[in-house]
């Protein structure tokens, strides 16, 4: 019997859309596909807001695991987790980039701080 890869059934939130998006992933798929393919099935269910389909302009998060974010190199099947949120990047006006001491570590956190807002 020959290696089969195990599947998840990966339930993906989209902040700001209605519901989740339901899919199949492979354990070892990495976190920049499984964006991609919610960022597919995303637009071919006609969903709103259109978010467009470039993985780096978007934040993935476990949602049991007190919202980390995952890195997209990551494999999805390494955290046993199967519900996500996605959310887009936040994107600063060019001022307060140029003006900007923070560490880029801190980036896309708005995405975190406005989802807080909504569940608080």
Known sequence: MKD???KLLVSVNVLGSVGPIRFLANEDDKVSKVINTALKTYA???RIPVLGFDVNNFIFYSISAGFNTLNPQEKIGSMDETNF???KK??????KVEGRRESKAREGHGCK???W???G
């Open 90 to 95: 936040e994107r600063e006006p060019l001022e």
């Open 117 to 119: 807002s909504l569940l």
């Open 44 to 46: 071919r269910q006609g």
């Open 113 to 115: 701080y406005r989802l």
């Open 4 to 6: 089969q890869k195990k």
């Open 85 to 87: 949120l996605l959310c």
